[in-house]
């Protein structure tokens, strides 16, 4: 590994958490398409700002951008008050508008600066190793580690600081106004932080990838816990692990590394909505299974249960005459048979079932349960 | 800026012409499909979808090595297709919410576009370089057999709304009383949205993934403003889409350095700003100046029904009232003299001596039958 691919490394795993952190909060505010609005937006915040400062490098663009993302959510939320469109249209109706009113300044008075559109939607985190911070001679390492250090110890602040209240506001809102915190201020903080995520993050990975960072791995962490710390931390984590793979498959691919990363990233989510314990698609499929196999098995004792000691008991209690009467398929009555055998419910004697005296206990229960409850 | 040239222009010159013309199919198709997509709150679902068609693009052209606009419209399609597929199965099999998967979905898209972009580039055909322009779009290269292709998809878009226009209609403003009727509402959802995703990928060309979503919510949100019909707002929708389409092409083409895609998104623009000022009903001015009516009829009212219970109180009705008496019951309200000469010219009150203030017979009448409504109003009630 050389050592611009460990800064590079670096410098990816540092976008990636710091975005993973607000998108926590989008994801579980449901404003996940606001960090998509806010990250086309940024470009003509950046443009302005720099027709006012003249200089690309300036810190001044961060600030101009952060003010268009707010600019963003406050119009879109004046286009939701006049309650003439539905709150998807506005933010549909306000991105691009901006967005475009960007593209254009730039085409027409900027054509000829490092400014362009390539770079701010698709970015290139491969060239961000040659822009150091040397400071009286000394090379300090790339000066978009510094930038991104920066913003996350700001979003770590911010949420450190601001937790309890942004735990209770977007898990309860109405009870967080009731005790007085002011949603709006809260709101536009986020709103903030995540604007001032994207300005620091579009430079290295672009603007709609850093879409797919802020939500892609709290998407997934959504799915594995149930805890907002863990949830918090799992982000980071799945964030990571998706900026070194990305990495890593870009190089192998000599494709795109931002691509990459967010490629990763839904691999990622993929994995976890297939397999995630309890809630991914596999563990509900089970889940499904053995509750229908279960509901199978009281089914059969009831069955079982209901013709004992009549007429049609020998009839009805056939192993062969099971899949008919209850109308099961063979290979499920089987599989039913042999899971209430295991269970202890139900004996086969001589090609007939005939209930244990646990079996008949727990027919009789479930009638109960099932017809009375 | 030189219009009767930039007119004939319009007609004369093949590329202004070529690309005028595919703006305004683009603008119609997506103006009308568009209106679905709104009307059904799947606004954003647009933006997914064109982000999400990047990939098929790239996969289209990596396996067939054509660049004909059909093969990568049907890439897109595909896609965009397996993109909402995507997004509605998360979103109905785990507590993932719609906005996440929507905007997880675009982006992951997206960046697998760009990694396939980027290999493709590297790669040594010689015929690679067009595949860019579907990220911002690329007007000026329009050829006329593509407008001849949009055009053919988009009408038989369109031709399949009207066939089943009932049923689309029903779909989008009450799909539960669909299914009761015993339409197949799935296939009919399913049918809409690639109606939708032919739409937009037609678009994609010219205007690119990242503005396309425009397209298909602006023009829509536009009519809305206009009208409570489905069919009006379709009409006036395709319209808003062809003129900011038009407008937007001959706008770039004749002021320098002006990108075409980003004029056609601030033309639309436009439209959208005029529309929900200005139109009658909905409109923002149009509600100002009606609630300003209002709060001044009410004034006047309140005016009135002062007098009116201040003359309750004596035998003699038409006694005169001071305006201190009136300010201090209209609870610091302004304008009350204005609105007492106001009353005076209507005949419902006159000024016995300045500043005294008293009901004429009219004026009694009318406070009668004001609070005699109200009392109805509230029974209403």
Redesign the interface.
Known sequence: MSAEQIEIQIIASLVAVTCAIPGVF??LR????M??AIS?AILLGIVLAFFAVGDISSPLLIIGAALSGVLTVSLVELLNR?K???E??S???VF??L???G??LI??YA?NIHLD??AV??GEIAFAPFDRLVISGFDLGPKSMYVMGGILILNLVFILLFYKELKVATFDAGLAAALGFTPGLLHYGLMGIVSVTAVGAFDAVGS?????L???P??AA??LTDRLPRMIILSALIGILSAICGFWA?IL????I??????V??LI?LVV?LLAPE?G?AA?ARRKTRQKREFAGRMLAIHLLNHEGTPEEARESEVGHIEETLRWKEGFAKSVVGYSVKRGDVLVENGRLRLTEKGREFAGRSVVEEFIA | MDFPQIFSDLFLDYTLRTVALGSAVIGIVSGALGSYAVLRKQSLLGDAMSHAALPGIALAFLLTGSKMPLVLIIGAALAGWIATLLIISIVNSTRVKYDTALGMVLSVFFGFGLVLLTIIQKRPDATQAGLDKFLFGQAAALLERDVVTMGILGASAILITMLLWKEFKLLSFDPDFASTLGFPVRVLDVLLTTLIVIAIVLGLQTVGVVLMSAMIVAPAASARQWTDNLGVMIVLSSLFGALAGISGAVLSASVTRLPTGPTIVVCVSAIVIFSMLLAPRRGILWRFFRERRQRGRLRLEGILEDLYSLALEHKDPEHAHSLSVLRLMSAGKGGVERSLEILSERGLVRAVSPGEWALTRAGIEEAERAQGERGGGQDER
Do not use: C, E
């Open positions: 989008l994801v449901r404003m996940a398409m960090s998509d086309h006049t003439l469109v539905k998807d249209a933010i549909g109706l691009p508008l967005f475009s009113i593209v254009i085409s027409k054509y559109v390539h939607l698709l709609i990838l850093v879409v797919a802020m939500i892609a709290p998407a959504y799915l870009a691919l000599d494709a795109n931002a691509g990459s990363m967010a490629s990233s839904g989510f909505f809630r698609l509900i």
